[in-house]
């Protein structure tokens, strides 16, 4: 009776493999022949799941964005406004050494990107997914009268929305203020500048 091979498992295996490669390694480490002593295959069976190590990069970085998006809707679930902003970010901010792993797979993926319009396509898609939620939860937070009188809230997205992308990048470069501790500091002060209390204290200076 011929073995049945579970394909997605094995896809599921060789992203796994790939981000375990990327953090141990950097992308240039990342050879298909690694990848496949690393999930335990045969050299050239990759072939077989992905079409090429571009392919198997996106499926990596989708791997990391699903699993962001799974934390972020567990820790916002009972949250709204501003609460939920800043849960969503500490999901998503390089604040622990396993966001700062997953923070070296987005980077990896988003140098392909220039190469790839198709991938840059799948970058949009899960911005786009992303910028939904913030905005969403600017409205929340503009409800509950929560934001400074001058915030606009589509504006306001897109600056927190690249504040977050730009923070994986110099999380990654490094520095004396983009440890943990700095990034959660940086994103107190964002937060912040949008508050009311940061409006009325403006107005009493």
């Given at each position: 009776?011929?073995?049945?091979?579970?394909?997605?498992?094995?896809?599921?295996?060789?992203v796994?493999?790939?981000?375990?490669?990327?953090?141990?390694?950097?992308?240039?480490?990342?050879?298909?022949?690694?990848?496949?002593?690393?999930?335990g295959?045969?050299?050239?069976?990759?072939?077989?799941?992905?079409?090429?190590?571009?392919?198997?990069?996106?499926?990596?970085?989708?791997?990391?964005?699903?699993?962001?998006?799974?934390?972020?809707?567990?820790?916002?679930?009972?949250?709204?406004?501003?609460?939920?902003?800043?849960?969503?970010?500490?999901?998503?901010?390089?604040?622990?050494?396993?966001?700062?792993?997953?923070?070296?797979?987005?980077?990896?993926?988003?140098?392909?990107?220039?190469?790839?319009?198709?991938?840059?396509?799948?970058?949009?898609?899960?911005?786009?997914?992303?910028?939904?939620?913030i905005?969403?939860?600017?409205?929340?937070?503009?409800?509950?009268?929560?934001?400074?009188?001058?915030?606009?809230?589509?504006?306001?997205?897109?600056?927190?929305?690249?504040?977050?992308?730009?923070?994986?990048?110099?999380?990654?470069?490094?520095?004396?203020?983009?440890?943990?501790?700095?990034?959660?500091s940086?994103?107190?002060?964002?937060?912040?500048?949008?508050?009311?209390?940061?409006?009325?204290?403006?107005?009493?200076?």
């Open positions: 009776m011929p073995k049945i091979v579970d394909h997605d498992q094995r896809r599921r295996e060789l796994a493999a790939t981000l375990r490669i990327i953090v141990r390694q950097g992308l240039a480490g990342a050879t298909m022949r690694d990848i496949a002593a690393e999930a295959f045969a050299n050239g069976a990759i072939k077989s799941y992905f079409a090429s190590k571009s392919d198997l990069l996106a499926a990596t970085y989708l791997f990391v964005f699903a699993a962001t998006n799974r934390r972020v809707e567990l820790s916002t679930a009972h949250l709204r406004g501003v609460p939920a902003l800043r849960a969503f970010a500490h999901e998503v901010l390089p604040i622990t050494p396993e966001l700062h792993d997953e923070a070296r797979v987005v980077l990896s993926f988003l140098a392909e990107v220039a190469q790839s319009p198709d991938h840059a396509r799948t970058t949009r898609e899960t911005m786009a997914l992303w910028r939904t939620w905005l969403g939860w600017l409205r929340q937070a503009d409800d509950d009268g929560e934001l400074a009188a001058e915030v606009v809230l589509e504006p306001a997205a897109d600056v927190l929305l690249t504040y977050l992308l730009g923070a994986q990048t110099t999380a990654i470069i490094g520095g004396g203020t983009f440890d943990f501790a700095g990034l959660r940086q994103l107190d002060y964002v937060v912040a500048r949008m508050s009311v209390d940061h409006d009325q204290s403006v107005g009493q200076s």
